[in-house]
């Protein structure tokens, strides 16, 4: 379509570069608002979310290399596709979830809420970015005779990423978009529903693997990878992983519509927590600043002992009311 927004003589503005930069952009803008009514230090935030940034920008690509060793073994000089190509999007969410565990652990941020904070911001960034893919010519579809299917005319689109020119295509990089955008809004709905921490990331994960894993048969493209040649891509693998995952995580019984969420108690750690062991986040009402327990905690145990006092000085009064 329109690969190079603007060309300069020799030097362009490619145009993937460009909405990628604005979906991360508008990613870290959602994740500091939500931070923000939250209560969180924003600073924190918006550095946990440069970290991130550049541990998914290299992991897509790292993941890619992976997918297409033996090809680029074979032919060192494709890796320059690598540094033009977004890379593949399970690779950067990977490095991105890894490299945010250990910086929320070092800093004890509440790591599940975070969590729930950033997987809308993740969709509504990769329904921007899919554009960039369109744009460019990547992650485009199969052939097809459909009313839906799009055409690529640019030489550079075929020269860069190997986009067939001239054949209608499915437009999977819209599929993909809009898909990212559904899941974007179901996310916005559970945030302000969810009933523990951790609730909305790991209902991310399972719908985006499920979906993800049905628009892979519509792709056309090689370059991402087949665990079992044209039939099980490398993306439809770990979404496989993702999805089990996420329904171990997910409770077998949430609760029935109106009824009001319940939250833990900052002293009862979740059950994952004894699942994992020392690989489990530290529960996110728990965290320390300083080593001191935080203001809410200390007022929360306060109000404790309070109550206790009069339960035990005021047995009477307590009958009475009863009576």
């Not at 690779?91 to 945010?100: M, Q």
Request: charged share 20%.
């Amino acid at each position: 379509m329109f690969p190079r927004l603007i060309q300069i003589g020799s030097f362009y503005l490619p145009t993937y570069g460009v909405l990628l930069a604005i979906a991360y952009l508008v990613g870290i803008w959602m994740l500091r608002r939500k931070a923000r009514a939250e209560g969180l230090p924003e600073q924190k935030i918006f550095d946990l979310s440069l970290y991130v940034l550049a541990a998914a920008i290299l992991g897509a690509k790292l993941l890619l290399v992976i997918v297409e060793f033996r090809r680029y073994v074979q032919n060192p000089a494709a890796l320059v596709e690598v540094l033009r190509s977004g890379g593949v999007f399970y690779g950067g969410l990977i490095a991105a979830s890894s490299v945010g565990i250990w910086y929320m652990r070092k800093h004890r941020l509440p790591a599940w809420k975070i969590a729930d904070m950033g997987a809308p911001s993740i969709a509504l960034g990769e329904a921007i970015g899919r554009w960039g893919c369109f744009a460019a010519g990547c992650c485009y579809g199969k052939p097809t005779e459909s009313p839906l299917g799009v055409t690529f005319t640019d030489p550079f689109a075929n020269e860069a990423v190997g986009t067939p020119l001239n054949v209608p295509l499915h437009p999977t990089q819209i599929f993909l978009s809009l898909n990212a955008l559904l899941i974007f809004l179901v996310l916005q709905w559970a945030y302000r529903r969810r009933t523990f921490d951790g609730e909305v990331f790991w209902l991310y994960v399972l719908l985006y693997a499920i979906t993800r894993g049905i628009l892979e048969t519509f792709r056309g493209d090689s370059i991402r990878g087949f665990l079992v040649p044209g039939v099980l891509s490398t993306s439809q693998f770990i979404g496989l992983l993702a999805a089990a995952a996420a329904v171990g995580m997910l409770p077998l019984d949430p609760p029935l519509p109106g009824r009001r969420p319940v939250r833990r108690h900052p002293a009862r750690p979740l059950r994952r927590r004894r699942l994992l062991g020392p690989l489990a986040l530290p529960h996110p009402e728990a965290h320390r600043r300083g080593g001191r327990p935080t203001r809410g905690v200390a007022l929360e145990a306060r109000a404790r002992r309070s109550r206790g006092r009069r339960g035990r000085g005021g047995g009477a009064r307590a009958a009475h009311r009863l009576d």
